[in-house]
């Protein structure tokens, strides 16, 4: 190793401040010592060399996982996590006083949010004349029954809350025995992947289905139509990977994915749809998004599809330099009859700030601005009153709350600072 110069001296993680340009010293200052380039180190760690350049000039901070990997590499003893932590989050290390103008107790706040979630989502709960949950509608301001999907969508959204407000198991096991022979259906009657691969992930999580069954269901619900929306291929992969990384079906599905990109101005994103005959595509913010969460998802257990790491990490910067407000849209979906009768047409809506929130908050780089942008539109749909997040017109459809708490526990993972509570919630100070 080489010797530390005394102008090149550690920064402690007892520091009363830590920055990211303090981060960025060190980290440069534990390389060098190594006597490693910014290309080598960058190679053992799997990212870029621009990723460990701004690492190093303190214009991003690593996330929690490129943090540990760099703290193992250069054997710091946890010292390194420790100061990107107190960078990510100074306010956690100089609290201050109760009542003190503009104090925020963001992940106080977040709590209470998400256990208001799960109050909401147990009384909106549909039973029976003797109290068995049924299952959830998918507008929970419409008097309609329980559909299978809504009701994927409670379980999901239930785990991700993470309190124990209904029995799960029971509603699970009832939930799996509406599958048909596609798996499960929407109105149109025919194959429904994206359905399916909800059905499919929450049973799995709830163990009530097994990776095997459910990795059969998925690739039985899929057709050459699916091969043209990368919606339904983001969809069912993110299942795929949560059921078994390493399946066939599972490359298949990746490499399916990265082949419905199509090249804007020079760069490889996604449209709504990727079928012959276009005319004058354009790049989709929420398919370029949720594509990224999916291959994200295949990153954390296949560090050797660099492929995938490229694709992602386009996409991420493209999203990084968009001015879109990450408003809410609308895709068509035509599906065929199952008598041949022609096709049904559904239309399906998309929470684009969500999932750009999952997308930027599972990055190598954490690009703050625009992450906090994205939070706040986020935050424009939570409806404090009900307790959950509307759509426009002022539906409150199962599924956006669920989208909203999975992209709020991802950027909670992620980082500390970012306005993780709406303005004006109970345990916030003004």
């Known amino acids: 190793m080489k010797p530390t110069s005394a102008g090149d001296q550690p920064v402690s993680p007892d520091a009363e401040t830590v920055t990211a340009s303090g981060v960025g010293r060190e980290l440069r200052r534990l390389r060098k010592a190594t006597g490693e380039t910014q290309a080598e180190t960058a190679r053992i760690i799997g990212v870029t060399r621009a990723n460990l350049t701004q690492w190093e000039t303190g214009k991003y901070l690593p996330s929690a996982h490129n943090a540990r990997q760099l703290d193992d ?107 048909s022979e596609h798996g ?59 059921l078994r990384p390493d399946a066939p079906l599972t490359d298949r599905l990746i490499d399916a994915l990265l082949a419905a990109r199509l090249d804007f101005d020079g760069s490889q994103l996604w449209p709504e749809k990727n079928e012959a005959g276009l005319v004058a595509p354009e790049a989709s913010v929420v398919h370029t998004a949720r594509s990224v969460v999916a291959l994200r998802d295949v990153l954390r257990s296949r560090e050797d599809r660099n492929d995938v790491r490229d694709a992602a990490d386009e996409a991420t910067q493209w999203l990084i330099e968009r001015s879109h407000s990450d408003d809410g849209v609308a895709e068509d979906l035509e599906r065929p009859r ?22 930027l908050a599972t990055a190598p780089l954490l690009p703050l601005p625009r992450l906090n942008r994205a939070l706040g539109t986020l935050w424009e749909r939570y409806d404090a009153e009900q307790g959950l997040w509307a759509w426009g017109s002022g539906d409150l459809p199962i599924w956006q709350t669920l989208d909203a708490v999975t992209s709020l526990r991802a950027a909670a993972l992620a980082v500390a600072a970012p306005p993780l509570s709406p303005p004006g919630t109970p345990g916030t100070t003004s």
Do not use: C
């Open 184 to 242: 499960w259906r929407g109105r149109s009657g025919g194959k429904r992947p994206e359905t399916t691969a909800s059905v499919v992930d929450a049973l799995f999580r709830t163990s009530t289905m097994s990776a095997d069954e459910g990795l059969g269901l998925l690739e039985g619900s899929l057709d050459p139509y699916s091969r043209t929306r990368p919606y339904l291929l983001s969809a069912v992969l993110h299942t795929a990977v949560r």
């Open 73 to 179: 590499h250069f054997r710091a003893a946890n010292a390194l996590v420790t100061l990107v932590e107190k960078a990510r989050s100074p306010q956690d290390h100089t609290p201050p006083a109760i009542g003190e103008a503009g104090a925020v107790d963001t992940s106080r706040s977040l709590l209470q949010v998400f256990h208001t979630v799960g109050a909401k989502l147990a009384a909106h709960l549909i039973r029976d004349a003797e109290g068995k949950p049924l299952g959830w509608r998918h507008n929970l301001q419409k008097n309609t029954g329980p559909k299978a999907l809504s009701t994927a969508y409670g379980i999901n959204a239930m785990l991700v809350v993470g309190d124990p407000y209904i029995d799960l198991h029971t509603l699970a096991e009832d939930l799996y025995a509406l599958q």
């Open 338 to 359: 199952p008598d041949g009768e022609g096709t049904t047409r559904i239309i399906i809506r998309h929470f684009t700030a969500a999932w750009v929130v999952q997308a």
